[in-house]
């Protein structure tokens, strides 16, 4: 007998009575027995039909011009909203998706997404890359790459990372007039007034916005007098110099006692929006000795951010209070020990003081090298593909 026969015969022997096994031995229920082997062993075709049955994916592409308002341009580009919220964060960075956006510009959108055997989405599609072409200011795009690290990450063009730091700086504009490290004390300078002709703050400006009416302020007003610029040696330190002083200074100005600065003073005018650098909870606002009106917000993963010298607290924010990334907490000041309306920033990394200008947790990652070449490569083949498929699309096939 031959070896799928005999197979058929076990088979059967578990399903049929004796009399049907000694049947399908002879060969004579032959249908009965093809059925018990094909239950034992599999079917042909059975491996085909289970893989019709299985998951698949597709890349889709998508182009659409914006006619009235981008959130109308995104509706109809017919890309899954969930989709898409990835791309439109990351493309914040560097655009302002409110004001930016006019009609007449255009979004292109590839992404990756699942289905089931009968066609119906699977999950949340990945987006492969994204790019935003504004009159104002030509293409943004965003590409999703794997570095050498095994990690996937959206990247623009340049090869800096589209994914937000986890600390952002609290002010929109920065400008930073004195350093972290060692420093001069500011009040313990010569006046100004010999060299210039007049008093000038070494925080910032002294012209102010309007704040909202009823917010808190609290705290102590700066030293109110004449405001002291920097010695030479206070400005190799990170204070803001004057012109014109020099050559005049006392010798003895250059054994001025230093002392540890352990933030950074960002100048911007009286009133300027102050804004959380990251999701946390509120430990700390009130009036604080030298810092004035103070705030101070606990990130998680042992970090935290202080803020000094301001003039109010935005509403809500006291101790116990979540707050998020980017949300307002407070307007520039000169409270407390201050020479000049300025935000005194701190961040705070396990309990000791670090500099935010070069903390890893404020610096946006930058591709570089093999990475950066490999990148190159594959932004380039995206662009190649999006073309064949245009004139694919013009030609009608």
Same mark, same amino acid.
């Given at each position: 007998? *031959?070896?799928?026969?005999?197979?058929?015969?076990?088979?059967?022997?578990?399903?049929?009575?004796?009399?049907?096994?000694?049947?399908?031995?002879?060969?004579?229920?032959?249908?009965?027995?093809? &059925?018990?082997?094909?239950?034992?062993?599999?079917?042909?075709?059975?491996?085909?039909?289970?893989?019709?049955?299985?998951?698949?994916?597709?890349?889709?592409?998508?182009?659409? &011009? !914006?006619?009235?308002?981008?959130?109308?341009?995104?509706?109809?580009? $017919? !890309?899954?909203?969930?989709?898409?919220?990835e791309a439109m964060r990351a493309f914040t960075a560097t655009v302002n998706l409110q004001r930016d956006i006019k009609p007449g510009d255009r979004l292109h959108?590839?992404?990756?997404?699942?289905?089931?055997?009968?066609?119906?989405?699977?999950?949340?599609?990945?987006?492969?890359?994204?790019?935003?072409?504004?009159?104002?200011?030509?293409?943004?795009?965003?590409?999703?790459?794997?570095?050498?690290? *095994?990690?996937?990450?959206l990247w623009f063009t340049n090869g800096l990372s589209a994914t937000p730091a986890a600390l952002r700086m609290p002010l929109d504009t920065i400008s930073v007039s004195s350093g972290f490290g060692l420093r001069a004390d500011p009040f313990d300078q010569p006046p100004p007034l010999a060299a210039t002709g007049k008093s000038a703050p070494m925080g910032g400006p002294l012209r102010s916005k309007p704040l909202p009416p009823g917010l808190p302020t609290g705290g102590t007003s700066g030293n109110g007098g004449p405001v002291n610029m920097a010695t030479p040696l206070g400005a190799s330190l990170g204070l803001a110099p004057y012109g014109g002083f020099g050559k005049a200074a006392p010798k003895a100005?250059?054994?001025?006692?230093?002392?540890?600065?352990?933030?950074?003073?960002? &100048?911007?005018?009286?009133?300027?929006?102050?804004?959380?650098?990251?999701?946390?909870?509120?430990?700390?606002?009130?009036?604080?000795?030298?810092?004035?009106?103070?705030?101070?917000?606990?990130?998680?993963?042992?970090?935290?951010?202080?803020?000094?010298?301001?003039?109010?607290?935005?509403?809500?924010?006291?101790?116990?209070?979540?707050?998020?990334?980017?949300?307002?907490?407070?307007? !520039?000041?000169?409270? $407390?020990?201050?020479?000049?309306?300025?935000?005194h920033f701190e961040v705070v990394d396990n309990g000791k003081p670090a500099n935010p200008i070069n903390h890893p947790e404020l610096k946006a990652m930058q591709l570089r090298g093999l990475d950066m070449d490999r990148f190159r490569k594959q932004v380039a083949r995206s662009l190649e593909e999006r073309t064949r498929e245009s004139k694919a699309a013009s030609a009608g096939l």
């Amino acid at each position: 007998m *031959k070896k799928a026969s005999l197979a058929a015969a076990f088979a059967a022997s578990l399903s049929l009575s004796p009399v049907s096994l000694c049947q399908a031995a002879e060969g004579t229920p032959a249908d009965e027995a093809r &059925v018990a082997e094909e239950q034992l062993l599999g079917s042909a075709d059975e491996e085909a039909r289970f893989l019709a049955y299985q998951p698949f994916t597709r890349e889709i592409a998508a182009s659409v &011009v !914006v006619s009235t308002s981008l959130d109308q341009a995104l509706a109809d580009s $017919g !890309v899954p909203a969930a989709t898409l919220l990835e791309a439109m964060r990351a493309f914040t960075a560097t655009v302002n998706l409110q004001r930016d956006i006019k009609p007449g510009d255009r979004l292109h959108v590839r992404y990756q997404q699942a289905f089931t055997a009968e066609g119906a989405p699977i999950g949340v599609g990945r987006v492969l890359w994204a790019e935003l072409t504004l009159a104002s200011r030509g293409p943004v795009a965003i590409h999703r790459f794997r570095t050498r690290d *095994k990690v996937e990450r959206l990247w623009f063009t340049n090869g800096l990372s589209a994914t937000p730091a986890a600390l952002r700086m609290p002010l929109d504009t920065i400008s930073v007039s004195s350093g972290f490290g060692l420093r001069a004390d500011p009040f313990d300078q010569p006046p100004p007034l010999a060299a210039t002709g007049k008093s000038a703050p070494m925080g910032g400006p002294l012209r102010s916005k309007p704040l909202p009416p009823g917010l808190p302020t609290g705290g102590t007003s700066g030293n109110g007098g004449p405001v002291n610029m920097a010695t030479p040696l206070g400005a190799s330190l990170g204070l803001a110099p004057y012109g014109g002083f020099g050559k005049a200074a006392p010798k003895a100005k250059a054994s001025r006692a230093l002392f540890m600065h352990e933030g950074i003073d960002l &100048v911007a005018p009286s009133g300027t929006p102050v804004y959380a650098a990251a999701d946390g909870v509120v430990v700390g606002a009130a009036p604080n000795g030298r810092y004035g009106n103070w705030i101070r917000i606990e990130h998680g993963s042992k970090l935290a951010t202080v803020y000094g010298h301001l003039m109010a607290f935005a509403p809500g924010i006291e101790p116990g209070e979540s707050v998020v990334r980017g949300e307002l907490i407070g307007f !520039v000041g000169s409270t $407390g020990r201050s020479t000049g309306a300025h935000l005194h920033f701190e961040v705070v990394d396990n309990g000791k003081p670090a500099n935010p200008i070069n903390h890893p947790e404020l610096k946006a990652m930058q591709l570089r090298g093999l990475d950066m070449d490999r990148f190159r490569k594959q932004v380039a083949r995206s662009l190649e593909e999006r073309t064949r498929e245009s004139k694919a699309a013009s030609a009608g096939l």
